[in-house]
């Protein structure tokens, strides 16, 4: 059964509009969440991540918003560029115990950003 | 920065052959990762390995192996290469000490099998 879910497979917004990416999880064990950016034929890069214990976390034009209760995160884009289009991952992590800080990723969500 | 290098960009291989993805670290992470990456179905775990020797299988390790013998290098074999392990294959690796569970990526090999 999937653990982190992005229901959306795609999403299109015009540049300088907001882009909302969304994800949701069933663990309740997840305490640690990222988002990956993976552009075509690269690998995927660290974008910004957020610990349980907070509810917002802000990297300049990126925000993610945690709500635990309702087990969703959000990743906002502020203005989106044309260089923002591209597939995001989203991964949560349980916390390393004995050395096992494996992440889970859901499908992604292909971003594109028209100009 | 942390360098993550995948021996290949891409490779073909015939269906039954030996296949060899080796990683390499320059960062002295503890933890490496291998994964695969398909259309639809997001970033799948095939194995990690938290020190050198030491192994875990993630969630689809069937007709896959690795290799941990230095702390900066981790193989991932497919002992017998299947046109359903046509893939790309991306390795990463962590840093313990970091508590952001953060993991670093390399370029990803794409293999086609046939």
């Known amino acids: 059964d999937q653990q982190v879910k992005q229901n959306s497979p795609s999403l299109s917004v015009q540049e300088g509009r907001i882009s909302i990416l969304n994800c949701d999880y069933t663990?309740?064990?997840?305490?640690?969440f990222l988002w990956y950016k993976k552009y075509p034929a690269e690998g995927p890069t660290f974008l910004i991540s957020?610990?349980?214990?907070?509810d917002k976390n802000e990297d300049g034009r990126f925000t993610v918003f945690l709500n635990k209760s309702a087990k969703h995160l959000s990743l906002h884009i502020v203005p989106s560029q044309p260089g923002d289009s591209a597939v995001y991952f989203c991964?949560?992590?349980?916390?390393?115990?004995?050395?096992?800080?494996?992440?889970?990723f859901g499908k992604g969500t292909k971003l594109t950003v028209n100009p | 920065d942390v360098k993550v290098t995948q021996s290949s960009r891409y490779l073909v291989k015939r269906t039954g052959e030996k296949v060899f993805l080796e990683c390499v670290q320059d960062?002295?992470?503890?933890?490496m990762f291998w994964y695969r990456q398909d259309p639809g179905l997001g970033l799948r775990l095939i194995y990690f390995?938290?020190?050198?020797?030491?192994?875990e299988k993630g969630d689809i390790p069937e007709g896959y192996s690795v290799s941990r013998e230095k702390k900066e290098r981790f193989s991932l074999i497919l002992e017998s290469a299947s046109t359903n392990q046509t893939s790309m294959y991306l390795c990463?690796?962590?840093?313990?000490?970091?508590?952001?569970?953060?993991?670093?990526f390399g370029p990803g090999t794409r293999l086609t099998v046939t």
């Open positions: 957020i610990s349980s214990i907070k």
């Open positions: 990463a690796s962590s840093l313990v000490a970091l508590l952001t569970y953060e993991q670093y």
């Open positions: 390995s938290y020190d050198v020797k030491m192994k």
């Open positions: 991964a949560a992590s349980e916390g390393g115990q004995g050395g096992s800080e494996k992440l889970v």
């Open positions: 960062m002295d992470h503890e933890n």
């Open positions: 663990n309740s064990m997840f305490d640690y």
